[in-house]
């Protein structure tokens, strides 16, 4: 990857990670969409596995200390899911825009599954509703966004020419 097309990706990145603290309070609600997963997912496919799963912590780690009480929850998740990034290198980067909502939606519903099961205690029916109803919910308006992001600013996320 080339020093320009690295720092188109970096600058989308932190549009991403701006988006999700500051857009993402004003979207709020059961189902949430993730700027943050999206954000680590599109970085994560120009990276080795490893590299990429050591961003997923990294940031998760970051944003597990706003949120205490669920500390590590967020940094597996991002790890984990950052890593599958780093493997799914070929879906993403042949540009087919279904693949990528797919890709989206089972890393979003993934990171939730993880924190719901690993983070604050959630019991019985909300259990169940979490992971059946908002979490599918949630993946799929963050694949939606996550693909609009993909055709209005494919420069920025694209890792060789743009």
Do not use: C
């Not at 949120?67 to 879906?91: K, Q």
């Not at 939606?105 to 169940?128: E, M, N, Q, T």
């Amino acid at each position: 990857m080339s020093v320009a097309a690295g720092l188109r990706l970096f600058v989308g990145f932190l549009l991403l990670l701006v988006a999700h603290f500051t857009l993402r309070p004003l979207l709020g609600g059961p189902a949430p969409i993730d700027f943050l997963l999206i954000a680590v997912l599109f970085v994560s496919v120009h990276l080795r596995p490893g590299a990429a799963a050591l961003l997923g912590f990294a940031v998760g780690t970051l944003t597990d200390a706003v949120a205490p009480e669920s500390f590590g929850a967020g940094a597996l998740a991002l790890t984990l899911v950052g890593y599958a990034g780093g493997w799914l290198r070929a879906v993403f980067l042949a540009d087919q825009l279904p693949l990528t909502a797919l890709v989206v939606f089972g890393g979003k519903w993934l990171f939730d599954a993880i924190y719901v099961l690993v983070g604050p205690a959630k019991r019985g029916v909300s259990l169940v509703l979490q992971l059946l109803l908002w979490s599918p919910l949630a993946a799929a308006l963050t694949a939606l966004v996550a693909v609009v992001m993909l055709v209005l600013f494919r420069p920025l996320f694209r890792g060789e020419n743009g």
